[in-house]
């Protein structure tokens, strides 16, 4: 079936220290977004990619999409605090958005 | 204030019972989902709705049953066939599916919790 695989699932870092997440699909998408999910939560949508290739930045973040459509990447630069939750990734397919399974972060002070 | 609204935030079910969960938006959104969220897992999709009146299954229909008879409600209800309901339901909804993907704007989710 569909699936879309993030990895790692967890993300230990000390604040300052780089964070990259994973994000893979078995079929091409359409297109990609990204959420932030606090803990205790809801998701709430930090990007979409839609071009083979395209890269974006918000600030510290940097998102990629890759060439063949089919994975992505999240980079966030000198983690804060504030940085702390789940980031999932969720690519369009048939009018369908299938959810990666996310990647905890957790930041050390 | 914008925003979509889900009732409520705890939810708990005896054995045998069904259980109907709100989402309320006023985004004037055509499409609404529902997602089930387990521990450290990520959402997957119950039932999803284009425009009113109309709605198809997810990933994980089965036991759950929906309602879209107006633009702005999208309510879920946990049937006795839903053996294992314990989990965090989030609504969504986006302005349409067809076309350019938008994003999506979730609730405050309900826990439901079974006695």
């Known amino acids: 079936g569909q699936q879309v695989m993030q990895i790692p699932q967890y993300q230990h870092v000390q604040e300052g220290e780089d964070f990259t997440t994973y994000c893979n699909s078995s079929?091409?998408?359409?297109?990609i977004q990204w959420y932030k999910q606090r803990p205790g939560g809801h998701p709430v949508f930090l990007i979409q990619l839609v071009k083979s290739g395209e890269v974006k930045k918000q600030k510290r973040l940097t998102f990629q999409f890759g060439e063949a459509k089919k994975n992505s990447s999240l980079h966030i630069t000198a983690t804060q605090t504030t940085d702390v939750g789940t980031y999932f990734c969720a690519g369009l397919r048939a009018y369908k958005y299938i959810f990666g399974t996310g990647t905890r972060l957790k930041v050390l002070a | 204030d914008g925003g979509i609204t889900q009732s409520p935030k705890y939810l708990f079910r005896k054995e045998g019972q069904n259980v109907t969960l709100s989402c309320e938006q006023n985004l004037n959104h055509d499409a609404m989902y529902w997602y089930r969220q387990d521990p450290g897992q990520g959402l997957r999709l119950i039932y999803y709705?284009?425009?009113?009146?109309?709605?198809q299954k997810g990933d994980i229909a089965e036991g759950y049953s929906v309602s879209r008879e107006k633009k702005e409600s999208f309510p879920l209800t946990v049937t006795s066939a839903q053996k294992n309901p314990t989990a965090f339901y989030l609504c969504?909804?986006?302005?349409?599916?067809?076309?350019?993907?938008?994003?999506?704007?979730f609730g405050d989710g309900t826990r439901l919790s079974i006695l």
């Open positions: 079929t091409t998408l359409s297109n």
């Open positions: 709705s284009q425009i009113v009146n109309d709605f």
């Open positions: 969504a909804s986006s302005i349409g599916v067809t076309g350019l993907s938008q994003p999506q704007h």
